[in-house]
């Protein structure tokens, strides 16, 4: 069973900001490294950042310096502060584990109009 809820998706204009969260399972969160992905039609799931249990994070270059991921570990939480946001970063956006399982949350949708 799926236990992954992400939410903060909206339509935004470009330079806008936008934060999203996402609530996981204890199972899926507890002392795993999580991320956030985003994937447009057509194109694959890609992970544009991460972040350790111990909070070390990484991101993908087409984000990196505007997007800023952090988590909660007393709730569960994982959050993607996104600033500056551009045209391209239009996408449904999901949480998971990295390497993610099988099973994905319903996404939440980024549109940013230019």
């Known amino acids: 069973q799926v236990q992954l809820v992400e939410s903060g998706g909206d339509l935004v204009q470009a330079g806008g900001s936008l934060r999203l969260s996402c609530a996981a399972s204890g199972s899926i969160f507890s002392l795993n490294t999580m991320g956030w992905y985003r994937q447009v039609p057509g194109k694959q799931r890609e992970l544009v950042a991460a972040i350790t249990r111990d909070s070390n994070t990484h991101y993908a270059d087409s984000v990196k310096g505007r997007f800023a991921i952090s988590r909660d570990n007393a709730q569960n939480m994982v959050y993607l502060q996104m600033n500056s946001l551009k045209p391209e970063d239009t996408a449904v956006y999901y949480c998971?584990?990295?390497?993610?399982?099988?099973?994905w949350g319903q996404g939440t949708q980024v549109t940013v109009s230019s």
């Open positions: 998971n584990r990295v390497p993610p399982p099988p099973d």
